[in-house]
């Protein structure tokens, strides 16, 4: 068997950090969009799909980086829910 080159060992590494962060941010997803319909329902503003993306969108970089995968998978699923009601 021969060896992998450092680069080699590196990238490999690199994709399984990445599928590693993608799986856990998924978990948060949930989480994230409750979090988004309390904050709203605490300001008394109407709950919609566009003001909860918005709201995710714009708190999103403030997030570390697991929790941050996890809003984008909830916006995602979001936009998806919306294209199918429409």
Known sequence: MAKKTPEQLAQEFEGRKAKGLAKGGAAFWPNIIANAVLKLTQQRAEITPETLIEMIEREAP???????????????????AVAKGS
């Open 62 to 80: 403030t997030l570390e980086i697991t929790v941050r995968s996890g809003a984008a998978e909830a916006v995602a699923r979001l936009k998806q």
